[in-house]
């Protein structure tokens, strides 16, 4: 009726919507006061790098696929967040500032991962990573419908759980608490990283940077990498790009845009977050 496209999300209520549009044509609000983004740690940073291993990311590709689809209320796809926390949890386990807990939504049993990485500064700033757990296929949600989703999403959680096991491996203990979220229910409107962001907003969490890794494991254009610029922040992107160019130095960057809020940044982006998206095409 209003010819406009309140984007991706699910809303509950029709009033929700209409807000949602609201926000989407004033812009975000303003959030918490920007970090600097002075690119000096590469004595820590590098041989962190160089400890990623290619063949951990795709045993845990092959891990999530091992289900017969991770859609939101089906039995694996509850299954899968278990299988994923206990992964986290062997990960983590002899490191007693990283914390691994299921978040239990309010309308539907699958649970999003969170692993809390504790930060020594005391001033409560924290960082989020992000990646969807669940699947789908258009053609049918049954528990036996296949829809592995190799690339949509497991790529992007595989690297947050490669980035989990360095850091917990290395012992390394950030400034800033880092959050690394594998989100329920991504494919049917966003809701899980909604119903985070929304309680990290009302409970005044001082989140001063969120990256979405949403498919990052196939090559589909000319480019290595490609940052959206709609429902993100112009300053964080170009963070993003230079420590790109500083620690990636053969990676190729273009910049596109989705069209819509195409996965769980947009959620943050809703809610005042400054969000990036890097995307693989």
């Given at each position: 009726?209003?010819?406009?496209?309140?984007?991706?999300?699910?809303?509950?209520?029709?009033?929700?919507?209409?807000?949602?549009?609201?926000?989407?044509?004033?812009?975000?609000?303003?959030?918490?006061?920007?970090?600097?983004?002075?690119?000096?740690?590469?004595?820590?940073?590098?041989?962190?790098?160089?400890?990623?291993?290619?063949?951990?990311?795709?045993?845990?590709?092959?891990?999530?696929?091992?289900?017969?689809?991770?859609?939101?209320?089906?039995?694996?796809?509850?299954?899968?967040?278990?299988?994923?926390?206990?992964?986290?949890?062997?990960?983590?386990?002899?490191?007693?500032?990283?914390?691994?807990?299921?978040?239990?939504?309010?309308?539907?049993?699958?649970?999003?991962?969170?692993?809390?990485?504790?930060?020594?500064?005391?001033?409560?700033?924290?960082?989020?990573?992000?990646?969807?757990?669940?699947?789908?296929?258009?053609?049918?949600?049954?528990?036996?419908?296949?829809?592995?989703g190799a690339?949509?999403?497991?790529?992007?959680?595989?690297?947050?759980?490669?980035v989990l096991?360095?850091?917990?491996?290395?012992?390394?203990?950030p400034r800033?608490?880092?959050?690394?979220?594998?989100?329920?229910?991504?494919?049917?409107?966003?809701?899980?990283?909604?119903?985070?962001?929304?309680?990290?907003?009302?409970?005044?969490?001082?989140?001063?940077?969120?990256?979405?890794?949403?498919?990052?494991?196939?090559?589909?254009?000319?480019?290595?990498?490609?940052?959206?610029?709609?429902?993100?922040?112009?300053?964080?992107?170009?963070?993003?790009?230079?420590?790109?160019?500083?620690?990636?130095?053969?990676?190729?960057?273009?910049?596109?845009?989705?069209?819509?809020?195409?996965?769980?940044?947009?959620?943050?982006?809703?809610?005042?977050?400054?969000?990036?998206?890097?995307?693989?095409?």
């Amino acid at each position: 009726e209003l010819r406009h496209c309140g984007g991706f999300m699910y809303h509950i209520t029709e009033a929700d919507g209409h807000l949602s549009m609201e926000r989407a044509a004033g812009g975000t609000s303003a959030g918490p006061a920007r970090p600097g983004y002075a690119i000096t740690n590469q004595a820590i940073v590098g041989p962190l790098l160089e400890q990623m291993q290619e063949k951990n990311i795709a045993d845990t590709i092959e891990g999530l696929t091992g289900f017969a689809n991770r859609y939101y209320s089906s039995a694996p796809g509850i299954e899968s967040s278990n299988w994923l926390k206990r992964k986290w949890i062997e990960l983590a386990a002899s490191r007693d500032h990283i914390s691994i807990e299921p978040y239990a939504h309010a309308r539907y049993d699958q649970r999003s991962v969170i692993a809390t990485i504790a930060g020594t500064d005391k001033s409560a700033e924290v960082v989020v990573m992000g990646a969807h757990l669940d699947t789908i296929n258009l053609l049918g949600t049954k528990d036996t419908t296949k829809a592995p989703g190799a690339d949509d999403d497991a790529s992007g959680v595989a690297g947050l759980t490669e980035v989990l096991r360095v850091l917990a491996a290395s012992g390394y203990k950030p400034r800033r608490t880092i959050r690394l979220i594998a989100y329920a229910a991504e494919e049917v409107g966003l809701r899980g990283s909604q119903e985070i962001a929304r309680e990290y907003k009302k409970n005044a969490v001082n989140v001063v940077g969120v990256l979405q890794l949403d498919m990052t494991n196939f090559k589909g254009s000319a480019k290595d990498i490609y940052i959206f610029t709609d429902y993100t922040d112009e300053g964080q992107n170009g963070f993003l790009e230079n420590l790109l160019k500083v620690y990636l130095t053969t990676v190729t960057v273009g910049y596109e845009k989705c069209g819509y809020g195409c996965s769980d940044h947009a959620s943050w982006s809703a809610q005042g977050y400054a969000t990036s998206m890097p995307f693989e095409a």
